[in-house]
């Protein structure tokens, strides 16, 4: 069987070949896809053809495409946690360290210096005492949101001998154990701020997290506190910043998101959304997306969801495997299980999870799958999409 993958922006070149010619066409004008992979192009007002089964995006965030609307037809988008992680941790310790030794600024003026080299010497000696910065050992640093990249961000810094406190009601088992036992657990958003010197963001942008860093928030910081933002501007009410800049009680505001207030601001810097862009982090993302997205379409197993929940299933030999998403309803799977007796076949092994109001069921059943049983499973109300592998 060959599978249609469109792709909307340059992807790694180790990813495509995740996805062998022999089984997969694959470019930017294939018709009726059954995947795309995708990295910042944005899907919202987009049409997909009917034919498409997911969507698997080379990165983390996915405000770029409709989720809601995409889970509603059963589609299953995916996204890489973690495969850039290490990226976006070095360019956090990296604005850790220009924010505490003041060096864009420091940068800036050296290279304003005009005259003859003793007259820059004797410049460099009286200005240098306006760029005074502090040492990371012993400082706090604030992590908020310990997933894949936040727990890397929070040992790199305990690596650096700063004290670290972190916040994650929702933290993982996996990312726990990987976290060192330094780290301390502050029991709410404001005992985090309160009690740090540097506070950086690691989570996505939803409605819950907007604006999560505000006024409120930033007046229960140390005088002269750091505040990084590498996760989506939305997260931190820039208005807010820029009065915590101009009145002190902020030193240095480093973020991935610039804008015009923030551009202009002396003590802001701003990048140019750099957190993955390195080659390693491009390649990474490339290849967890089309592995994900290969899994789901061969094999029906699903990996790094953000609408579908987790599911692998081996595969039972000598079976005809039927994949069917659909909504979180009761007796979905006892309404299947009898259509499947009702057409003779046996079923050789299941799996059935749900993730809040959708839910998934792969099926291996002893023989083969008709298309008279396969309409009769799309009738059953509450089933988005049914497929036989």
């Not at 924010?99 to 210096?113: E, K, Q, T, Y």
């Not at 650096?160 to 994650?168: A, Q, T």
């Not at 985090?192 to 505000?214: C, I, M, Q, R």
Request: glycine fraction near 10%; aromatic fraction near 4%; include cysteine.
């Amino acid at each position: 069987m060959s599978y249609r993958v469109q792709t909307l922006n340059a992807i790694s070149q180790l990813g495509l070949d995740r996805l062998p010619a022999a089984a997969y066409e694959v470019g930017d004008n294939v018709s009726d896809p059954d995947g795309i992979l995708l990295r910042s192009a944005d899907l919202h007002g987009v049409d997909l053809p009917a034919s498409v089964k997911a969507v698997a995006r080379a990165g983390a965030g996915t405000n770029n495409i409709p989720v809601a609307a995409l889970s509603a037809r059963g589609v299953v988008v995916f996204n890489t946690p973690g495969a850039n992680a290490n990226a976006v941790k070095e360019l956090v310790i990296a604005g850790i360290l220009l924010a505490a030794r003041n060096i864009v600024p420091a940068a800036a003026f050296a290279s304003s210096l005009a005259g003859t080299d003793a007259e820059i010497n004797v410049a460099v000696e009286k200005g240098k005492k306006g760029f005074v910065g502090f040492e990371l050992p012993n400082r706090t640093l604030g992590v908020i949101g310990l997933g894949a990249i936040g727990v890397q961000v929070a040992n790199a810094a305990m690596g650096l001998n700063m004290r670290v406190l972190g916040y994650d009601p929702a933290i993982s088992i996996r990312h726990a154990w990987q976290l060192w036992a330094a780290a301390t657990q502050a029991g709410s958003l404001d005992e985090l701020f309160a009690g740090s010197d540097v506070v950086t963001v690691h989570v996505p942008l939803v409605e819950a997290t907007k604006h999560l860093v505000n006024a409120e928030r930033l007046a229960l910081m140390k005088p002269g506190g750091v505040l990084l933002n590498f996760a989506r501007a939305g997260i931190v009410d820039e208005a807010a910043v820029l009065a915590a800049l101009d009145s002190g009680r902020l030193h240095a505001y480093v973020c991935d998101f610039p804008s015009n207030a923030l551009k202009a601001h002396p003590r802001v810097i701003a990048l140019p959304h750099l957190g993955a862009s390195t080659a390693e982090a491009e390649d990474n993302c490339a290849v967890m997306a089309a592995e994900q997205l290969k899994a789901y379409l061969q094999s029906g197993e699903i990996t790094n969801s953000v609408n579908f929940p987790e599911a692998k299933l081996r595969r039972a030999p000598g079976t005809t495997r039927v994949a069917i998403t659909n909504s979180n309803v009761p007796n979905m799977v006892g309404q299947i299980s009898t259509l499947l007796a009702e057409h003779g076949l046996n079923i050789a092994d299941l799996l059935n999870t749900s993730r809040g109001e959708y839910a998934y069921t792969l099926i291996d059943v002893e023989g083969a799958v008709g298309d008279g049983l396969v309409d009769a499973i799309r009738a059953i109300g509450g089933v988005l999409t049914v497929r036989v592998l």
